[in-house]
Every structure is written in C-alpha cells, then in structure tokens.
C-alpha cells in the first residue's frame, strides 16, 4: 500500500514539537546534579529573601547549593542587634524589612527567619565575601555565628560553582 508523504515510517521518529522537552546532555542526564550559585549582592529585603528561596528549593531536590553574599548583600547576615531585632531587619525595604517580612508570613509566604532555617537544615552552603564585607565597612565579628556560614572569595565561590549555574540578585 502507498504512503501518504506526511506518514512517519516505523524507522523514523516523530518531529520534536515546541512543546517537547528537550533531551538532557549525555554528561547531565544520569550524573549528579549540577551545583546552584547564587550571587546575592544587593541589600534590599525582596533580593535576599529571594535568595533564600531559591537556595532551599534547589537544595530540598538535592541540588548542591552555595549562597554567596558580596557588598551590601552581607546585611542579610548580620547578628542581632542591639535592640534584639534580627540583623536581616537592616535590609532595604521601603516599609521596613520586618514590616515586609510579617506581610509575607501573613500571606503563608515563609519568612527570612524560616528561610534561613531551612537553609542550614537542607545544607546550603553559606560563604560571606571578605571584600565585600571590607566594602559594607562589616568586620566578621558581626555576622551571625549561628549560621554557621564561612568567609571566603570570589575563587571559592566559582569554583564550588563550576559547571553550574549562578543565579545573581
């Protein structure tokens, strides 16, 4: 019997639609997965929350995760302060940082303190940059020593990273 000219033979494959997932490169597909980075620089309260979020959703599927904070992204690791409020509350936010952080938890959004919880809990690698906590005018003695995060470069960073993605916010 003939053929129509559009009738894949039983050799053949259909064509791919837009829709279709792609294949995975042969050094992904089957291998570990490949590291997340994320480059928080900025020191707004949306950034480093978003930080967060990211880092533990990557980690919760067992993707290895480096959060690494620079410039004025270190204030999402400051200690207490000396009024008792976390030392996340310094980051920008028009509203205030813990104002936004209790909308967020109100709404069923976790909030900063969850977030950094869960962090450590998923094994989220923290690095705090020493140039940039030299640029904030931040010596290491004020960073919060219960997340227990290291301080490192640049070097550091991109190398846990390699063959990776890196997220920057």
């Known amino acids: 019997p003939a053929r129509c000219q559009h009738e894949a033979t039983p050799d053949e494959t259909e064509p791919m639609s837009l829709f279709d997932p792609l294949p995975l490169p042969p050094e ?6 490949a590291p997340l980075g994320i480059l928080l620089i900025s ?3 949306e ?3 978003y930080a967060l979020v990211l880092a533990t959703a990557a980690a919760a599927t067992a993707r290895p995760v480096v959060l690494f904070a620079t410039n004025a992204g270190v204030r999402a690791f400051l200690s207490a302060r000396p009024d008792g409020a976390a030392g996340w509350t310094t980051l920008a936010h028009y509203g205030g940082a813990a104002r936004r952080d209790e ?18 809990e998923l094994g989220v690698r923290l690095i705090v940059c020493e140039a940039g906590l030299k640029a904030e005018a931040i010596t290491p003695e004020m960073l919060d020593d219960t997340l227990e995060g290291e301080l490192a470069g ?9 063959g990776g993605q890196i997220i920057t916010l």
């Not at 992904?28 to 997965?33: L, Y």
């Not at 909308?103 to 450590?120: C, I, N, P, Q």
């Not at 640049?154 to 390699?162: A, G, H, M, N, Q």
Request: proline share 3%; glycine share 16%.
């Open 47 to 49: 950034r480093a929350h």
């Open 28 to 33: 992904i597909a089957g291998g570990a997965p």
């Open 103 to 120: 909308e967020l938890r109100g709404r069923g959004v976790a909030g900063f303190a969850e977030l950094l919880a869960a962090a450590k």
């Open 43 to 45: 020191g707004t309260y």
């Open 154 to 162: 640049v070097v550091t960073f991109l190398s846990e990273t390699e």
